[in-house]
Nanobody, 115 residues
Framework: QVQLVESGGGLVQAGGSLRLSCAGSGDIFSVMGWYRQAPGKQRELVGTITSGGSTNYRDSVRGRFTLSRDNAKNTVYLQMNSLKPEDTAVYYC???????????WGRGTQVTVSS
């Protein structure tokens, strides 16, 4: 059974930092990353990272957020700095499992940035 377990969300003031973690199990993940969904809005890509370390970010977070991963632990991290109120959303871990050729999602973790 494939699982993605997120941790690290919370409440922070604008300008602050948070670090999200997502530990995967049950498959080998070629791509891992994060999406987010704010109330009343569609889910959007935050960024992805391949097993080789190549990253992709949405424009609004580039330079503030940093993805990293530990392939041995099947874990992806999202370091979020200089947080803004517009970053407030539920953040979902994403992974593509190569064994099953399937997309997987975590249950989500709330990030709230107060102004």
């Amino acid at each position: 059974q494939v699982q993605l377990v997120e941790s690290g969300g919370g409440l922070v003031q604008a300008g602050g930092s948070l670090r999200l973690s997502c530990a995967g199990s049950g498959d080998i993940f070629s791509v891992m990353g994060w999406y987010r969904q704010a109330p009343g809005k569609q889910r959007e890509l935050v960024g992805t990272i391949t097993s080789g370390g190549s990253t992709n970010y949405r424009d609004s977070v580039r330079g503030r957020f940093t993805l990293s991963r530990d392939n041995a632990k099947n874990t992806v991290y999202l370091q979020m700095n200089s947080l803004k109120p517009e970053d407030t959303a539920v953040y979902y871990c994403y992974a593509f499992g190569v064994g099953r050729g399937h997309d997987y999602w975590g249950r989500g973790t709330q990030v709230t940035v107060s102004s």
